[in-house]
């Protein structure tokens, strides 16, 4: 096992065709959009709810808690960087109130469309807007979906905690680090 220390991984850029993406109405809040990061041919695809800043107030690149957490995990499990590529439901940062459901239904057809171009072999959905949003359907959660596999759009399809709820209640951290075995054991086999 490596010593843990967080990287800034490197961001994919937007397709030109939606740089300028003003479907959802999410440009209204004014954050910039983040189409995803890491490997962009990873064969496990982490599905979040909405990027988070990349920068400071200074404009500075920096890893948020999102990040530092989720790769921690990674480093316990021995998966790499290399392995992983995190995109989002939302492709923009939400600032304030606005239509969530709609809004997510619109950019989802975004992500089938990155899937589908990137075909990975795994996908992990971490935090229950993730889940909800990516398995459409409101009624499950993380709770009553973890440890275990499901095909979604096609594709295996696991789910675990949010890794900002995990550093909000650190006795979820033993579950987030089975779940993150349980995927790293498939991935390995
Ligand atoms: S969040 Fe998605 S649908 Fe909304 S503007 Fe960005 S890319 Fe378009």
Same mark, same amino acid.
């Given at each position: 096992?490596?010593?843990?220390?967080?990287?800034?991984?490197?961001?994919?850029?937007?397709?030109?065709?939606?740089?300028?993406?003003?479907?959802?109405?999410?440009?209204?809040?004014?954050?910039?959009?983040?189409?995803?990061?890491?490997?962009?041919?990873?064969?496990?695809?982490?599905?979040?709810?909405?990027?988070?800043?990349?920068?400071?107030?200074?404009?500075?690149?920096?890893?948020?808690?999102?990040?530092?957490?989720?790769?921690?995990?990674?480093? !316990? /499990?021995?998966?790499?960087?290399?392995?992983?590529?995190?995109?989002? #439901?939302?492709?923009?940062?939400? &600032?304030? %109130? +606005?239509?969530?459901?709609?809004?997510?239904?619109?950019?989802?057809?975004?992500?089938?469309?990155?899937?589908?171009?990137?075909?990975?072999?795994?996908?992990?959905?971490?935090?229950?807007?993730?889940?909800?949003?990516?398995?459409?359907?409101? !009624? /499950?959660?993380?709770?009553?979906?973890?440890?275990?596999?499901?095909? #979604?759009?096609?594709?295996?399809? &696991?789910? %675990? +905690?949010?890794?900002?709820?995990?550093?909000?209640?650190?006795?979820?951290?033993?579950?987030?680090?089975?779940?993150?075995?349980?995927?790293?054991?498939?991935?390995?086999?």
């Amino acid at each position: 096992m490596t010593e843990f220390c967080p990287t800034i991984w490197p961001e994919e850029q937007t397709p030109d065709q939606l740089k300028h993406c003003r479907d959802c109405g999410l440009y209204q809040h004014g954050t910039r959009m983040v189409w995803g990061e890491g490997n962009p041919m990873a064969p496990i695809l982490i599905v979040l709810d909405n990027p988070g800043a990349r920068e400071d107030r200074e404009n500075k690149p920096y890893i948020c808690g999102t990040r530092h957490t989720l790769q921690r995990a990674l480093n !316990e /499990v021995g998966l790499t960087a290399n392995d992983i590529y995190v995109t989002y #439901i939302l492709k923009r940062r939400p &600032t304030k %109130a +606005y239509d969530k459901n709609r809004t997510r239904e619109i950019c989802r057809n975004h992500l089938i469309e990155q899937l589908n171009e990137k075909t990975p072999q795994l996908i992990v959905c971490l935090g229950n807007v993730a889940v909800q949003s990516f398995f459409q359907n409101s !009624e /499950v959660d993380v709770k009553s979906l973890r440890g275990s596999f499901h095909t #979604i759009h096609g594709y295996e399809t &696991t789910v %675990a +905690y949010h890794p900002l709820a995990v550093r909000r209640r650190p006795n979820l951290w033993h579950y987030f680090i089975d779940d993150w075995k349980l995927i790293a054991e498939r991935y390995f086999k």
